[in-house]
């Protein structure tokens, strides 16, 4: 059988992740992007519309598929299938997840059974499903926490992270974030600045966060702290028109410190200024500065 390449503009998304977490309204944006989407997609058949996608016509192009906790036991196939599929075609795992707070809020508020639940309690549900789907976001190339995020403004990141690359630039996102509230989950490039001295023992700064002006001069006032600035902005403009070359659409740079309000905030703020004044257009996150997380 003579095999068909696809174009640069064929993609292949799988989405799934936990119930709940706003897969739904992520499809939808698929959908409004242009993508041919199926919800609710047996495993079994991810192949055959992979394939379809890869020969078929333009409708095909660009394709959203939804697995999800639905498939009950089917779901264990998913890791070994999308395995398959990513040797042969252009696929991207996207695993959609939120906090357990949020997650038990959204069942309270729309009175709905968790579909792991079996009668029981919504948390044993979420925790059952964490289970079952950890193997599989350990996989994912994407993962996005919905937590955060309302409905509109979770349509607006995806349509900013996947309409189509020749549409717009590479989207930059720059994350302050602190240490003892996580990671961000979706960072592509992570920068620990708990090396430098930390406001939050200095009487008189404690209580004002890093986008005030006289913390800004405080940290970098610090010459290791101009240093680091200096050092990674070199990284970035020798990194950033290399990710472009290779058809990476987005890039998520994270700052963390202790707290997240006063050391991360000071380097996010400057690092993206610093990329400003390259021509980039990097839109700022200060994930936690109004935590209470501390020092």
């Known amino acids: 059988m003579k095999r068909h390449l696809p174009s640069a503009d064929r993609r292949i998304v799988i989405l799934t992740g936990l119930s709940g977490s706003g897969k739904g309204t992520i499809l939808k944006a698929f959908e409004d992007l242009g993508f041919y989407c199926v919800d609710n997609l047996p495993v079994d058949l991810l192949a055959t519309l992979s394939e379809l996608s890869m020969l078929g016509g333009r409708r095909y192009e660009r394709v959203a598929l939804l697995v999800d906790a639905r498939e009950r036991e089917n779901l264990q196939k998913l890791p070994a ?40 309690r919504i ?12 193997p599989i976001r350990h996989l994912a190339d994407t ?32 994350v302050s974030f602190a240490y003892r509230l996580g990671i961000p989950p979706d960072a592509d490039l992570v920068f620990d600045v708990r090396f430098l001295p930390n406001p939050y023992f200095v009487q008189g700064l404690r209580r004002y966060s890093g986008r005030e002006r006289k913390v800004a001069r405080y940290v970098l006032s610090r010459r290791e702290a101009r240093g680091f600035l200096r050092r990674v902005t070199d990284l970035l403009a020798y990194l950033l028109p290399r990710y472009t070359e290779e058809g990476k659409s987005y890039l998520t740079i994270a700052f963390g410190c202790t707290g997240g309000r006063h050391r991360s905030v000071v380097l996010g703020d400057a690092v993206a200024g610093a990329l400003v004044r390259r021509g980039y257009r990097p839109k700022v996150i200060h994930r936690d500065i109004d935590s209470s997380a501390g020092a």
């Open 81 to 120: 299938m999308y395995r398959r599929l990513k040797r042969k075609y252009p696929v991207t795992l996207v695993f959609v997840e939120a906090s357990d707070e949020a997650l038990l809020r959204r069942f309270s508020e729309t009175r709905r059974p968790h579909p792991l639940g079996g009668g029981r």
């Open 123 to 134: 948390g044993e549900g979420i925790r059952r499903e964490r289970e079952i789907m950890a």
């Open 143 to 174: 993962v996005i926490d919905t937590s955060r995020f309302n409905v509109h403004e979770l349509r607006k990141f995806i349509t900013e992270r996947f309409q189509a690359a020749d549409r717009r630039p590479m989207l930059i996102s720059v």
